[in-house]
């Protein structure tokens, strides 16, 4: 028989949900079969799937060690990552990071342990804020993705209330991401809200836009500014506020449009991107805002707050354009 004593972090999850992060080994439909024979009880009495868990409830499994085989054994992955980040603001619920072009944020097919959540859960780990050793279904998680190819500012949420909290956020639309971007060409209209439509190619991993609606396209909207204009280069450097979140949004939109982005191998000009010696796409997630319209909880605070980074690459070298 096994115990688990439900801490802070695993409070609030139905049971199914719980074991299935807290005892991987266990199959689904064991699982469900130990629930209905009484073999995993919550505080000494029967639970159900659908169950919520509290903070201090017990757990008791009474089923096969084989389960549980080697659960501590391996060396976590993320010890062999480096501690090195840029942190733009930490407290005891977030971090925001601003990820340089290059790095990964979760493992791919490449196989490399050096990613950034690893690089996070290394930094924590080695400030003592995260102890895998004492937490049963939690690790810190990213909020939100960033393509290797595309830097710009990820949250990452210490605890699981705060990644609760940050999902629905994400989810609802209820934080302004804003990107910086060059492109080929300077645009006519200095502003623009943009309207198209977007489908996924799962075979090319690329996408299609159109102007009119077409079987399984969605609504794609963009909106931009022009900031600054290199005349000399015909480059342009615009902030961009994605309305939808679609792949590859802005760089499909503005490919679209006639205004591809500098160094885009996808959707942009290779004879151009090889000319500037530019080998990734000039687009930088550069500030973040809170903008709740819903209660937030533990993390009310952050509400109106604005975030940003202090150097974007692409920004002084092409336009002399300090942020």
């Not at 028989?1 to 199914?16: H, K, L, P, W």
């Not at 266990?26 to 209905?36: E, V």
Request: hydrophobic content about 35%; glycine content about 6%; proline content about 2%.
């Amino acid at each position: 028989m096994r115990e688990f004593t439900i801490n802070q972090n695993d409070a609030g999850q139905r049971v199914d949900k719980f074991l299935t992060k807290a005892v991987p080994k266990l199959p689904k439909n064991l699982l469900y079969k130990y629930l209905r024979l009484k073999r995993i009880k919550v505080n000494g009495k029967r639970c159900e799937i659908s169950t919520r868990l509290a903070c201090g409830d017990v757990m008791q499994l009474y089923i096969n060690d084989e389960f549980f085989e080697g659960e501590v054994a391996d060396r976590p992955a993320f010890l062999s990552a480096p501690t090195s980040l840029n942190i733009i603001y930490e407290d005891e619920n977030i971090i925001l990071c601003d990820k340089k072009c290059g790095l990964v944020v979760h493992e791919d097919e490449s196989g490399s342990t050096d990613t950034l959540i690893n690089r996070i859960q290394h930094y924590l780990y080695e400030k003592g804020e995260y102890r895998p050793e004492e937490e049963l279904s939690f690790a810190p998680a990213l909020c939100n993705r960033i393509d290797r190819n595309t830097g710009g500012i990820v949250i990452c949420a210490k605890n699981a209330e705060s990644l609760r909290v940050l999902n629905q956020k994400v989810k609802d639309r209820e934080l302004e991401k804003l990107y910086l971007c060059v492109t080929v060409g300077i645009p006519k209209e200095k502003s623009a809200r943009l309207t198209a439509y977007h489908q996924k190619d799962e075979t090319t991993k690329t996408v299609k836009v159109s102007d009119k609606k077409f079987q399984g396209s969605r609504t794609m909207i963009t909106s931009y500014r022009v900031l600054a204009e290199n005349k000399a280069d015909d480059l342009a450097l615009l902030e961009v506020d994605l309305v939808t979140g679609r792949t590859h949004q802005i760089r499909a939109h503005l490919a679209h449009i006639g205004y591809p982005l500098l160094g885009d191998g996808k959707y942009g000009i290779n004879k151009v991107n090889r000319a500037y010696n530019v080998k990734t796409q000039a687009l930088y997630s550069y500030k973040l805002t809170f903008k709740f319209t819903t209660d937030a909880g533990i993390l009310e605070y952050l509400n109106g707050k604005s975030f940003q980074v202090k150097d974007v690459w692409f920004c002084e070298k092409f336009f002399g354009y300090k942020l």
